[in-house]
């Protein structure tokens, strides 16, 4: 290896008179290329009409003209809300909120230093737990299907009365859907079909997002038996990030670049094709494998407890079957990461199609023997599907605790303060994720099952007309109330502390617009907001306690359904009036809550889709979820960051090729900061001299590097100001998502400007004589500090051969990017 070679001294900056570029990204909610450029006369440059870069009509030619643009960079504006917004029908996403969020649980993984075994663990925990999901909610499926109403509610006069079009399936029938075999096998369909659908939604977000390649032909096809992903993060083999207090190389400028390359800027960490393609081939296997578990452990239990017509070895040779493929399932979804040191174009094309295929014929032949004729067989009570739940629920409980135990071991290892939880962010989410998975499959069941069953109330025995679903999800219903309860206690905790931290500011504000005279009412107004946006960085001891009761919580209704083996109402007869009442209050109240609750999610989400007000509500916290591509669970929302990232880095590797002199600056607000950040990752070396980071709103360190040490923590952000040719970040105190990215650098680097002012003046001046709003994450652009900001990053980038003395300021802004 040849010997390092000591860095140059920093030769004068060039000086520039090429055309100046800034790229606008917006941020949560989206917004329209006219609202970011400031004009309605606009036209595309480059893009589809999912996300494209635009440009007014006018600058259409700016790099002809250098002339004209002196004074401020002609804009342009790049804009992706077509990949998280749409019309109404894609609030079905939201059905798939537990696939997301433990997605999320992979990203959350401590910093690792050396700890290659412990990361790959980690990466093994929770895309089990993301299996246990998928099965989960086949399950579910199987539950409401097969024996809801094929079993249950055809199987009893009465319930099959009060349904006339299952009347064909009706044991009273006598015809030859009437068998219980040959019902399940019909009602299988059902469940299968939702597998497929789940499958087809994967395929087709698969091939529109990651199997889009950037453009830089940096392919490569190494095979790497773990991937790559065993080295995840800053600290990774063969990437030695540097550490908070590491010393700069000295570049002669304050803002230059040294060469560190963290997970975020490897070739392959947006193009995760094979390992998507190879977990959707083992959930979707999954899937078909619990339907046919379902449908033919139902018919082998009856064989073998009945001299019948059909030979015991069939339903051994098919439950064996079944436990082979489960078996080369979890062997599949636990022998390969991601890989992201190359980008991985191969495909496992055997594996992709003979593991499902094999699994839809396992079904198959299950559905071909239930339907044997069996003339004894009658159905009565319920599928064993009870102990399928609570195996369900216990082996979700196991694979979380062992996922805090590696959590905790490798954050012990290389702690980092600010991190949430204290490394223990991914089991948290990975335990609200089944909690979800748990409440919304529940709340199905449940529904369905009052339902069919009329006036009656299912498990109760009290004119019920069939047993309803498994007893498990009766307790675990009853126990949201309590839960409910004991959440109110953070929650006014947190109510009286920001009313407090409102009144302590009081003096605060009125010191920082002195000399203005007070005004009791516009001080509390100030001070309240600030507080209020303050509660953002005491969300994870709140997802903490939540987490936390769930899983105590979790456990007791397991106990409670193993040990009774009746619903909570059942359960605490003869335990005297109070308990009994109160029992039968946290059944009834339990059930209603999660069937409402649903109910307002899709509806929720429906109008979040098609609203951009209640988009931007609730859009941070869905843009942060499919942010990650799916390295975890293949049925997660599509990731449209594998869209906008080389997106961004392929529109700016492309600007400086064809503009040698020029200079640029992308411009990111809230997400769209982190979108510019990973997009000058991913830029060539030779290209990020060029190119500064101008961001405000931004969630890179209060959320993402909080959240996401590994990719987002004190190492990477480091890494990413020494990369980046020169950062300017702006902050608001009154801002609830973005605040400092805190480089952790001596000297201070000069990266932060704030908190900036807001309001710009207390009250009426003779500059602004009406009242200022208070702009809290919009509208950084008004402040005078963002063109004083664009303005520095465009000298340090190299000054303009000088023509005149000019003010720094002359326009306020060449566009808008907040979303």
Not at 477 to 502: D, E, K, N, Q, Y
Not at 598 to 611: M, Q
Request: net charge positive; glycine share 12%; with cysteine.
């Amino acid at each position: 290896m040849a010997p390092a070679t000591p860095p140059p001294s920093a030769p004068e900056p060039p000086r520039h008179t090429g055309t100046s570029l800034e790229l606008l990204v917006h941020g949560v909610g989206g917004a329209t290329p006219q609202e970011m450029l400031g004009d309605p006369r606009i036209v595309r440059v480059t893009g589809d009409e999912v996300a494209a870069v635009y440009r007014r009509t006018e600058d259409a030619d700016g790099e002809q003209r250098p002339e004209r643009y002196r004074d401020e960079p002609v804009a342009e504006a790049y804009c992706w809300s077509g990949l998280t917004s749409g019309n109404g029908s894609r609030a079905l996403w939201l059905l798939l909120l537990p696939f997301m969020v433990v997605n999320l649980a992979h990203w959350m993984r401590p910093t690792a230093t050396g700890r290659s075994h412990a990361v790959r663990l980690y990466g093994v925990l929770v895309r089990l737990v993301a299996l246990s999901l998928t099965v989960l909610l086949t399950a579910a499926a199987c539950e409401v299907a097969l024996d809801l109403l094929a079993w249950q509610c055809a199987g009893a006069d009465a319930c099959a009365e009060r349904r006339s079009w299952l009347g064909f399936l009706a044991e009273r029938q006598g015809g030859w859907w009437s068998q219980p075999g040959r019902r399940l096998a019909l009602a299988a369909v059902v469940p299968a079909a939702l597998v497929g659908l789940l499958w087809y939604l994967s395929n087709r977000t698969w091939s529109a997002y990651e199997s889009q390649r950037p453009l830089d032909g940096q392919d490569a096809d190494a095979d790497d038996a773990f991937g790559a992903a065993a080295g995840h993060g800053p600290n990774a083999p063969g990437l030695d990030a540097p550490g908070p207090n590491a010393p700069r190389p000295d570049t002669g400028g304050a803002c230059e670049a040294g060469s560190v390359s963290p997970a975020l800027g490897r070739p392959g960490f947006w193009y995760g094709r094979r390992l998507v393609a190879r977990l959707r081939a083992a959930h979707t296997a999954a899937g078909f494998l619990t339907v046919a578990a379902a449908v033919a452990g139902a018919a082998a239990r009856y064989d073998r407890g009945a001299e019948g017509p059909v030979p015991r070895f069939i339903g051994a040779a098919v439950e064996g079957g079944i436990v082979v493929g489960a078996l080369v399932v979890v062997g599949v979804v636990c022998r390969r990461g991601r890989s992201e040191q190359t980008r991985d174009t191969r495909l496992d094309g055997a594996l992709i199609s003979w593991l499902p295929g094999s699994a839809l014929a396992l079904l198959a032949l299950a559905v071909l023997y239930a339907s044997w004729s069996r003339p004894d067989w009658q159905s009565s009570g319920t599928l064993p599907g009870e102990a399928t739940f609570r195996l369900l629920a216990v082996g979700q409980g196991i694979l979380v605790i062992a996922l805090a135990v590696v959590a905790r071991g490798l954050y012990r290892r290389t702690p980092e303060p600010r991190t949430v939880l204290h490394g223990l962010g991914g089991p948290v989410v990975a335990m609200l994720a089944c909690a979800l998975g748990g409440v919304m499959t529940g709340g199905v069941a449940q529904r369905v099952a009052d339902w069919l069953d009329g006036p009656g109330t299912p498990g109760m025995g009290r004119g019920a007309g069939i047993a309803g679903p498994p007893v498990l999800l009766s307790w675990q219903a009853s126990v949201i109330p309590l839960l409910l309860i004991l959440l109110l206690l953070p929650v006014l905790a947190l109510v009286v502390r920001t009313a407090r931290t409102a009144r302590r500011l009081g003096p605060v504000v009125e010191a920082e617009y002195a000399p203005e005279p007070p005004e009791a009412s516009r001080t509390r107004r100030i001070a309240r907001i600030r507080a209020t946006a303050a509660l953002t960085d005491s969300a994870p001891w709140i997802v903490g306690v939540v987490s936390a009761a769930t899983l105590l919580l979790g456990a007791g209704a397991i106990a409670g359904s193993w040990y009774s083996d009746r619903v909570p109402g059942r359960a605490a007869d003869g335990s005297g009036p109070l308990l009994e009442s109160l029992a039968d209050a946290a059944q009834s109240t339990g059930s209603w809550l999660i069937g409402f609750g649903f109910i307002l999610f899709v509806a929720g989400g429906r109008r979040a889709y098609k609203d951009a007000s209640a988009r931007r509500t609730i859009g941070i916290l869905w843009d942060v979820g499919t942010f990650w591509p799916r390295a975890a669970h293949p049925f997660a929302p599509p990731c449209y960051a594998e869209r906008a990232v080389p997106d961004l880095a392929s529109r700016m590797s492309a600007w400086t090729s064809t503009t040698p002199r020029g200079r640029l600056v992308i411009s990111g607000h809230s997400q769209g900061s982190v979108l510019a950040a990973s997009a000058v990752w991913q830029l060539p070396d030779a290209t990020r001299p060029r190119v500064a980071l101008l961001t405000y709103g931004s969630p890179l360190e209060r959320l993402y590097g909080r959240w996401f040490p590994a990719y987002f923590g004190p190492g990477p952000l480091l890494g990413l100001h020494r990369s980046v040719h020169c950062w300017r970040n702006l902050w608001r105190a009154t801002d609830p998502i973005g605040g400092p990215v805190r480089i952790a650098e001596d000297p201070d680097p000069g990266v932060d400007r704030g908190p900036l002012k807001d309001p710009l003046a207390y009250g009426r001046t003779p500059r602004l004589p009406l009242p200022e709003p208070i702009l809290g994450h919009s509208d950084y652009q008004a402040d005078p500090a963002f063109a004083d900001a664009r303005a520095d990053l465009l000298e340090e980038l190299g000054p303009r051969v000088p023509r005149q003395a000019e003010a720094r300021t002359q326009k306020g802004t060449s566009g808008r990017s907040s979303g």
